[in-house]
């Protein structure tokens, strides 16, 4: 028995090690009252349970994953970054169907028109850690624009600009191409909804195509669209490290 099962563990951090979810996912499933803990509705995720309690999310018992699971996906498009879609649409675990035993969540979310890099795992913790708005992790979209981006908008963007949500500000912006200004690629540490769209659509641009080609210090290289695959033990490692 561990230090931690005798003392106990936060709920939501126990949900969370089940695979289901990150911690802050899983402690709003708790205060939906979504939980159960020997039988009854938990609905506070700071709650310790111990070793002999008994959890159930969505009326079945859950255990926590002892197996530890870090994928790395290239999201194709018109695909959507939940476990399960009420319209029967295609998921990124549709993806993976029948390839890994463990239970896994997409960590953070594209949009269902947005391509590139998406993990996938069951690590709680190490989920909240590249989600986190504190931790900046950093991001570098190439977005495909609906028309050239000019001189002045360019450096609108670069400065930074104030969004209905907040500041959004960028760590740099580029042309891939320099003859090519439909194409821009940028790096931002912000994880807001929608935001790289936004970003463009306040100076008056249109998002064509999106694709995330960097994510906490990872590539898609050697990774077609719509593959995947296991992050190596130095991977990983690097990404604790990273967040």
Known sequence: MSEEQEAGMRLNKYVAHCGLGSRRKAADWVKAGKVKVNGAVEINPAILVKEGDIVEYGGKVITPEKNLVYILMNKPKNTITT????????????????????????????????????????????????????????????AVLDKELSEADFNKIKAGQDLEDGRADVDWINYPDPKNKKIARLEIHIGRNRIVRRIFKEVGYTVVKLDRIYFAGLTKKHLARGRWRHLTKEEVGKLKHFS
């Open 83 to 142: 476990m399960d879609d009420e319209k029967g649409r295609t998921t990124v675990m549709d993806i993976l169907k029948g390839k890994i035993e463990e239970r896994i969540f997409p960590v953070g979310r594209l949009d269902r028109d947005t391509v590139g890099l998406l993990m996938l795992t069951n690590d709680g913790d190490l989920a909240k850690r590249l989600t986190h708005p504190s931790h900046e992790v950093s991001k570098v979209y190439e």
